[in-house]
């Protein structure tokens, strides 16, 4: 039987305008369908792929906008632990500082026999002053107490000026360097204080720190007190008084002394001290008046 022969496939293509010019015809031979199929089989190919990339390369982006906004968080985080290290030294700086002038712990240059196993007792002067417990997290309370206590204990030192050797009769030097543990005319609730608000101001600082004259002139009093312990008055003169109370030991009992003097030893002594500290006043036409107003380190 006579084989039949294979004729070519080919396409006709017609294109009829909608106006009305003559139709378009053409014919598409087996190569150039073969071609066609190959560059759509290639489109097909290049179509999937592209979609794959595009949805891998939006998921990647996602994923970066992802982290770029962990490692922001991350970053603040960071600082905030940084902030916290460093509030944590500062702090653990001030509690070291607070002990060695309470004389709570000694630096090693002060030998053991000199430790005073009553110094401990100036905690109880801060104690008073702790904030009380608020409603919150033990961490917020935590800051907070820090926060407050260290605004309360105010470090103060003296400070050299000109003003304290030209005016040397005026009480402008700081007795004592020391903590602020309590301001003047401060309402206290303390009940075994006998005055109603605190006419001076308290430096708490390790028993035995020299105690110093804050100004030149003439002790009028240097006696044991029931309340106020060893208690030394100068006269500077136009009505002004100092008084320096609850000192460990009288260094002076009389005469007169110059400014910067040493006139005392700072101690715990009296009825109404709760802690080594100095009770310092100022008397001015005979009233008190505030020692800021004096002090050159408290302005």
């Known amino acids: 039987m006579e084989k039949k022969k294979k004729i070519p496939k080919q396409v006709s293509v017609l294109i009829i305008p909608n106006t009305r010019k003559e139709p378009i015809s053409f014919t598409l031979k087996p190569g150039m369908l073969r071609l066609l199929k190959i560059v759509g089989v290639l489109l097909l190919f290049h179509s999937i792929g ?160 020299v105690v110093k004259a804050a100004g030149r002139g003439e002790i009028i009093f240097a006696n044991w007190t029931p309340e106020l312990g060893n208690l030394i008055i100068i006269y500077h003169g136009d009505d002004t008084f100092s008084y320096y109370a609850h000192n460990e030991r009288l260094l002076k009992t009389g005469g007169f002394v110059s400014k910067g003097e040493p006139i005392a030893l700072l101690g715990n002594s009296g009825l109404t001290s709760s802690g080594p500290h100095l009770h310092f006043e100022i008397w001015q036409n005979g009233a008190p008046v505030d020692p800021k107003k004096y002090l050159l380190a408290l302005q």
Do not use: C
């Not at 700086?93 to 009553?118: M, Y």
């Not at 003047?184 to 720190?209: P, V």
């Open 50 to 209: 592209g979609g794959i990339f595009y949805w891998q390369y939006a998921k990647v982006r996602s994923q970066r906008n992802r982290l770029q906004a962990e490692n922001t968080q991350l970053r603040q985080e960071n600082q905030k632990i940084h902030d916290i290290s460093a509030k944590f030294a500062e702090l653990s700086r001030f509690a070291e500082k607070l002990k060695e002038s309470l004389g709570v712990t000694a630096p090693a240059s002060i030998d053991h026999a000199e430790k005073s196993p009553d110094s401990s007792a100036g905690l109880q002067e801060f104690a008073l002053q702790l904030p009380q417990k608020t409603d919150g997290s033990d961490h917020s309370k935590m800051w907070t107490g820090l926060a407050n206590l260290e605004g309360k204990l105010r470090y103060i030192a003296h400070q050299s000026s000109l003003f304290q050797d030209v005016f040397d009769n005026k009480p402008t030097l700081l007795p004592v360097d020391g903590f602020l543990t309590l301001d003047y005319d401060t309402y206290n609730n303390r009940e075994f204080l006998n005055r109603e608000r605190h006419i001076g101001i308290d430096i708490a600082a390790k028993i035995g720190t």
